[in-house]
C-alpha cells in the first residue's frame, strides 16, 4: 500500500493523453515501490493547465509531449525553470522533432523521440526519481496542496459573480507571475490561506469598469466611481466566494483569514522570498478581474 511507503514523487505529465497511457503507470509504480517510493501521476492537456498545476504542488518530474498544441511557444514550457515548483524536476521530452529544432529550455532534458520505448523512459524515470532518498525528508512533510483548492475558488467566484448577475464571465489562461509584480486591478481583497502544510494567500482583484458592474447591481442603485461607500464591498465579495467554497475547503483543512481590502493601482502582495504566485484573469461585459494565488515557501 501506498501508505506504508517512506517516500512520494509527483510526475507532471503535459500530453493529450499518449504518454499516460504508453508509458504503463502500474509498472512505473512498482519499480519506485520496490524502492521504498510511492507516485502521484499527474495530468495536463495544455501548458495553461500544467502552470495552474504547478502552482501548488512540486513536481519531481515533467514529461511534455511537443506536439500538444501551442506547447513550444507556451509560457510554461519557457519558463518551467524559473517556477519555485517545478525548477528542480526532472525533464523528460516526447517529440517527433530533432533535438536541435527544440527550444533551449527544453534541450536541457532528457529526449525521447516518438514514438518512444516505455521501458526506456520507466527505467530512467526510475533512476531519476529513486536519487537522493536516504537524505530526503518524508513524504507527509512535504510541501504540497491539492489543485482542487483552486478550483473550487474558480467555481465559487464564478457562481457568485454569476448570482450578481455579472454578464459574460470568460475565464483566460491561468499564467505565472512574480510576488514583485503589481497585482492586476485598482481594488482588490486579500486572504491569508492557511493549511497544515500550506501557507499563502489569495486575491481578487477588479478594474474599475468589472467592480462598478459588480457594486451596481450588489447595492442595486447606480454605481459611476470607486469611493468609500462602495469600496469594502470587494472584501464582502471575496467573504461570500469562501462561505460558497467553504464545505470543499474544509475537506482539504484549509482555512482563510477575514479579508483585507487593498484601493488603487500598482499594489503589490506581501510574500516571502522564493513564493509562488499564479493570476487566473477573467473578463466579463464590462472589464476585467484576476484570481491571484500565492504560495509561500516551505
Excluded: W
Amino acid at each position: 500500500m501506498n501508505t506504508a511507503l517512506k517516500y512520494r514523487r509527483y510526475v507532471l505529465i503535459v500530453d493529450d493523453g499518449t504518454i499516460h497511457k504508453t508509458l504503463g503507470e502500474a509498472e512505473l509504480a512498482e519499480q519506485l515501490r520496490k524502492k521504498d517510493i510511492a507516485l502521484t501521476l499527474v495530468s495536463a492537456k495544455d501548458g495553461a493547465q500544467a502552470s495552474l498545476k504547478a502552482v501548488n504542488q512540486k513536481f519531481d518530474a515533467i514529461i511534455l509531449d511537443t506536439s500538444v498544441p501551442r506547447m513550444v511557444e507556451s509560457g510554461f514550457a519557457n519558463n518551467f525553470r524559473s517556477v519555485k515548483n517545478t525548477k528542480d524536476g526532472h525533464l523528460y521530452v516526447v517529440s517527433a522533432q530533432a533535438i536541435e529544432q527544440l527550444p533551449e529550455s527544453l534541450k536541457t532534458g532528457r529526449v525521447f523521440a516518438k514514438p518512444f520505448d516505455p521501458q526506456e523512459m520507466i527505467l530512467a524515470l526510475t533512476q531519476d526519481l529513486s536519487g537522493g532518498t536516504e537524505e530526503e525528508t518524508p513524504e507527509s512533510s512535504r510541501y504540497s496542496v491539492d489543485v482542487r483548492v483552486i478550483n473550487a475558488i474558480i467555481s465559487s467566484t464564478l457562481k457568485v459573480l454569476g448570482q450578481f448577475q455579472v454578464s459574460q464571465i470568460t475565464m483566460g489562461k491561468p499564467e505565472m507571475k512574480s510576488c514583485q509584480e503589481p497585482m492586476s486591478g485598482v481594488i482588490s481583497s486579500i486572504l491569508d490561506i492557511v493549511s497544515q502544510n500550506f501557507k499563502g494567500q489569495l486575491s481578487i482583484s477588479f478594474d474599475k469598469p468589472s467592480y462598478l458592474e459588480l457594486v451596481t447591481n450588489m447595492l442595486m442603485e447606480e454605481q459611476t466611481d470607486i469611493n468609500a461607500e462602495n469600496q469594502d464591498a470587494v472584501g464582502e465579495i471575496n467573504n461570500i466566494i469562501y462561505g460558497n467554497a467553504k464545505p470543499d475547503l474544509a475537506q482539504f483543512g484549509v482555512a482563510m483569514t477575514i479579508p483585507k481590502v487593498v484601493h488603487g493601482a500598482g499594489q503589490l502582495m506581501k510574500c516571502p522570498e522564493g513564493s509562488a504566485s499564479m493570476r487566473v484573469p477573467f473578463t466579463t461585459a464590462k472589464g476585467k478581474f484576476y484570481i491571484e494565488v500565492v504560495a509561500y515557501p516551505q
